[in-house]
């Protein structure tokens, strides 16, 4: 069974920086798309930032030139930077990926990891 799990969550003060990692398990057969969204009290759950197995990545508006995305292919795993960060950054952060289990044919479904908290203090 596939599974995603973050890691990397924590208190950290408003300028500091972060490393968010998600790592996979289970019999992956090919990762298209990993990415992190988060969700604030009281707010939907939003986009931070995608990247595709082609390299090709997406920000948010209100992270682009703080956060960075990157991905070990190798490893299935993900990563998200967070420098500056800012008050409005604190939210549970979640993994996704889009992805072919072995054994599914070239069916892609979506998987979540539970989520870390990431709070910035002012």
């Known amino acids: 069974q596939v599974q995603l799990v973050e890691s990397g969550g924590g208190l950290v003060q408003v300028g500091g920086s972060l490393r968010l990692s998600c790592a996979t398990s289970?019999?992956?057969?090919?990762?298209?798309?990993m990415g992190w969204y988060r969700q604030a009290p009281g707010k939907q759950r939003e986009l931070v930032a995608t990247?595709?197995?082609?390299?090709?990545?997406n920000y948010a508006d209100s992270v682009k030139g703080r956060f960075t995305i990157s991905r070990d292919n190798a490893k299935n795993t993900a990563y998200l930077l967070m420098n500056s960060l800012k008050p409005d950054d604190t939210a549970v952060y979640y993994c996704?990926?889009?992805?072919?289990?072995w054994g599914r044919g070239r069916n892609e479904y979506d998987y979540w990891g539970p989520g870390t908290q990431v709070t910035v203090s002012s």
């Open positions: 990247a595709t197995s082609g390299s090709s990545t």
């Open positions: 289970g019999h992956i057969f090919n990762i298209n798309t």
């Open positions: 996704y990926a889009r992805l072919t289990p």
